[in-house]
Structures are given as C-alpha cells and as structure tokens.
C-alpha cells in the first residue's frame, strides 16, 4: 500500500496591475504599493506572495494555473461597513427625511422578513449584488426576525464572503409588527450568537437599530449582550439627521449627547461600529476613539436623505477609526466606486480634500481597520484571505477615453471611483475563487 500523502494545498495566481496598501496613506509616507506588472500568488485560499510578475513567475511551481489580467488593476476586496439588506428593495424611494423615511418605506419592506422565504430570496440577490460591485466584506443590519440572520448568513456562508449581521432590536417608538422586547430580543440575540458567530466567515453584531428605537432596560441589555460575548460586533446608528438628535435628547433628558446614550448602556467599546456620526461635538469623538469604537461614513446616504455632512478630517485628526458604508436602501448604490466619488463631494462641501490613495485605503484597508479585521482582510499581505476585485478602466468608453489621458496612478485611481461603478468590476474573487466575472469577452 501507498503511504497517504497529504494533497498539496491548491495553488494558483492572478497576474495585472496591483495595488493596496500596508498603511494608512495619511499617516505613512510610502503605504501604497504598487506593482505595475504583478502577481498575486494564492495558496489555499490566503495569500502566499504578492509581488512584480518579473520576480514571481519564475518560482511558480509547474502547472499553476495564471489568471492573466494585464490591462487591468487588481485590488483587495471591498469593505461595506454599513448596510441594510432588507432595504434592497427601497432603494430610491423619494421624498422624506431620515424619520419620515422609516416610517413611509423602511418598516413596511422590513415587514415583509417575517416570511423566510421572501429573506432568503433578498439575501441571495443582496450577496451577487455586493459580489457584483467587488464587495466581499460586509457589516449589515437584518431586521427583527431572527430568520432574516439565518437567511444572510446561509447566503454569505454559500458564497465563502465574510459577514457580519445581527437580529435587529427594537423594542419601541415602532409598528407593533416589527416590536421584540427587552428579554426576547435578548434571548433570540443570544441563540444567534450561538448558532452563528465565528463559524467559518461569519461574525455576529449586536444590532440595536438606533436609540429612540429601544427602551432603556432593551439597551442595557444590548451592552450586556456585547460584553459578555468577546468578539461579538456591535452595530448602531449615530447622529444622522437634526430631528432624530432632538428626539433623543427629549428622551434621554439625562445624558450630555447621543453619544452618551449608546457609552452609558456599555455599548461603547472596540467592534462596535456606529453609521453616520454627523451631528457630534469633539467630546464625543474622543470618547470614540477611546473607546476604540468606529464610524461609518455612508455619504451616498446623507446626501440622499439630506442629513448632513461627515467631517473626516476631524475623525482622522481625533484618531477615531472610520470605514466606509453604502447604508443601501438610505444609501443609494451598492457600488463602493460611486461611494467614493459622493464622499469625494462630501468633503469638497466641507472644505477637505479627499484624496484617491485616502479613498481606496478607505474602502479596503481602512474599512477591515475600522471593524478590527485587518489581521485578515484589507491588503496582500501573506496569510491574508485572498478577496480582491479586478477593476477595468476601460470599462466604458468615457472612462477609457479619461484613463488613456492621465499621467499618474493616483490620477487613474480618481478617474476609476469617480467614473467607475458595478460596470468597472471585471471580477471579483473571494478566498482565491472566482466569485463574479463580467460577462464578455
Ligand atoms: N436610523 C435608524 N434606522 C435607520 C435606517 O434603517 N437607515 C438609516 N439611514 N438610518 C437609520
Ligand atoms: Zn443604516
């Protein structure tokens, strides 16, 4: 008999322009790197080397299949830190602000996740979507049926994406048809966390929807939730829009901030990630960067629901980690591209400048920082898991036509998130496989 030979993990490699980063571009002088002609080397699903092709593909050992994307940039995947897929379906709805907007559209689509089915067909659709726009890391709301976790975790779990998502708390100031209470939110909370967090991909998120929406004894018991589960996420909403503040100071006459809210039920803490954070003072940021806790800038949404301007470069001066979120359906687009190019417009209207290795370190590395994943996602660095996204900017003709005239890769990179969108996506792999390629030749 044969002795057994353990099979050799699988190899394989991608070969095109690379670009990512080691570091935050604001703080590190060289923290781009960039390999005009590279080679990404995968082994068993994490990254074994990344590096110029000159160098690599004479030591790739025999028969390893070459992905061959000249022409083309390849990118560490996408990090969306702030999304809602029950809302997929409420994208570009018109007309109200951010609390008109929840009654009118949001609760009446979250309604329809009582019925598993109609969650599992979102979920399915929500992952291609987010495959589709080079997503492959993503921190979202579910609603508050616990059958909507198990639908977005079984349709990430089926496509090998990393997900974070949690059961929606809310316990008041809602339609009876969406209201859980202090102990059943709590008890379903914590089932989930059992079944789900840290299996394969998947990680949990405490998810009380935002303050007005949970009574004081549903809050404590998020934050207990958070503490007594060592890596658990939690995820929130934080300062949106001018009346929501007002809301919350009416009913919490007792605490300095919002903020103050979310830090006195303990919910403050590393891996906790609050969506928006527009309407703070300085206090408040540095308690979150004391905390370690982040901020999810979503500009597509505060433009569309008219709620303000996130101030980066207070964020960034203050030292609290921020990543990026589309915030799909107050969001409007799954594309972190198109993302990019409104937080671009954001800042401008702030008087700050974005720039585009400040971006694209925003929507990868910046974004695995924030959610505390960096030792495993974000760039090429070996043993990483090997997501990336293979960008074409000769997608369209438009954006050919403007890639073709600039001199420099920081110019190509600009011309890519503000021209760019799910049409730019030429492929999008997740753990070294294939999850999404453009049709065509
Ligand atoms: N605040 C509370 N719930 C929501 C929501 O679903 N979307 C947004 N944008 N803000 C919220
Ligand atoms: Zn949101």
Redesign the pocket.
């Known amino acids: 008999m044969k002795p057994a030979v353990p099979p050799s993990p699988p190899v394989s490699a991608v070969r095109g322009e690379i670009v990512h980063f080691l570091a935050d571009p604001a703080h590190h002088a060289h923290a781009l790197e960039h390999f005009a002609d590279g080679v990404l080397v995968v082994r068993d699903g994490h990254v074994a080397e990344c590096g110029p092709a000159a160098e690599l593909l004479p030591r790739l050992p025999a028969g390893t299949p070459l992905a061959d994307h000249r022409g083309r940039l390849i990118l560490p995947g996408f990090v969306d830190t702030h999304v ?1 897929y029950p ?1 997929t379906d409420i994208i570009a709805s018109h007309g109200e602000q ?1 609390l008109e907007w ?1 009654e009118k559209y ?1 609760f009446p689509a979250e309604q329809r996740f009582a019925d598993p089915a109609h969650a599992a067909e979102v979920a399915g659709f929500f992952c291609d979507e987010l495959l589709r726009n080079g997503t492959t890391t993503a921190a979202a ?1 579910a609603t508050v049926h616990p059958a909507s976790v198990d639908a977005l975790f079984e349709a990430a779990q089926a496509r090998r994406m990393r997900m974070i998502t949690g059961k929606v708390l809310m316990d008041r100031n809602c339609p009876d048809f969406l209201r859980d209470s202090a102990e059943t939110g709590y008890a379903a909370s914590k089932a989930l966390i059992e079944r789900w967090h840290d299996r394969g991909r998947l990680l949990y998120a405490v998810t009380p ?2 303050a007005p ?1 949970s009574t004081p004894a549903q809050m404590r018991l998020a934050g207990q939730l958070f503490r007594e589960h060592p890596g658990v996420f939690l995820q929130s ?1 934080l300062a ?1 829009n001018r009346a ?1 503040v007002a809301w919350v100071a009416q009913l919490h006459p007792e605490a300095r901030s919002y903020l103050d809210v979310y830090a006195h039920a303990g919910q403050l803490g590393m891996r906790a990630v609050f ?2 954070c527009l309407w703070l003072d300085d206090a408040d940021r540095r308690r979150m960067a004391e905390a370690g806790a982040a901020m999810s800038f ?1 500009p597509t ?1 505060n433009l569309f ?1 008219g709620s303000g301007l996130f101030d980066l470069r207070r964020a960034h001066e203050l030292g609290v980690r921020v990543g990026l979120g589309t ?1 799909v359906g ?1 969001g409007t687009s799954f594309s972190m591209l198109q993302t990019l190019n409104e937080a671009y417009k954001v800042l401008q209207l702030g008087g700050q400048s974005l720039s585009a290795a400040g971006a694209f370190h925003l929507a990868t590395l910046g974004g695995a920082h924030s959610l505390y994943l960096d030792d495993r996602i974000g760039n090429f660095m070996p043993g990483k898991e090997a997501d990336f996204v293979v960008l074409d900017p000769r997608a369209t003709p438009l954006l050919a036509r403007r890639s073709a005239a600039c001199a420099t890769l920081e110019e190509r990179l600009f011309a890519l998130m503000v021209l760019g969108d799910d049409r730019a996506v030429a492929a999008t792999h997740v753990m070294g496989t294939p999850a999404w390629r453009r049709p065509g030749p």
Do not use: V
């Open positions: 809602h809302q951010l929840l949001t709301f929807r935002f929406t909403h949106e929501e969506a928006h979503c949404s629901l915030d107050g």
